[in-house]
């Protein structure tokens, strides 16, 4: 069973830029699809963006164009590259890992999760 601890989330200011990590063990990452999911005070936890364990990305809407998800599979890491911040970005990101090549964007195809790590983008 694969174990996930993100890192990198903080406090940036509108129109800045984070890159949040995921380091996973207990597993090889080239075997999952990876995902961002993230989740805002009161709200559901939605899609942010993948990478298919078979190549290829997709985004949310709400943040393509400004977030770049990659891994490094010899480091067992991957990372969301985060630009343009916006205060609606505020949230709990959570790392992901789904045993499915090519999952739809759902939280219900993802079977390992991390805690989650907090970022606060302020106007």
């Known amino acids: 069973q694969v174990q996930l601890v993100e890192s990198g989330g903080g406090l940036v200011q509108a129109g800045g830029s984070l890159r949040l990590s995921c380091a996973a063990s207990?597993?090889?990452?080239?075997?999952?699809?990876m995902g961002w999911f993230r989740q805002a005070p009161g709200k559901e936890r939605e899609f942010v963006a993948q990478?298919?364990?078979?190549?290829?990305?997709s985004y949310a809407d709400s943040v393509k164009g400004r977030f770049t998800i990659s891994r490094d599979n010899a480091k067992n890491t991957v990372f969301l590259q985060m630009n343009s911040l916006k205060v609606e970005d505020t949230a709990v990101y959570y790392c992901?890992?789904?045993?499915?090549?090519?999952?739809?964007?759902?939280?219900?195809?993802?079977?390992?999760w991390g805690q989650g790590t907090q970022v606060t983008i302020s106007s």
């Open positions: 992901a890992a789904s045993l499915s090549v090519a999952p739809p964007p759902k939280r219900s195809w993802y079977n390992y």
């Open positions: 990478n298919w364990s078979g190549g290829g990305t």
């Open positions: 207990g597993g090889a990452l080239r075997t999952y699809t």
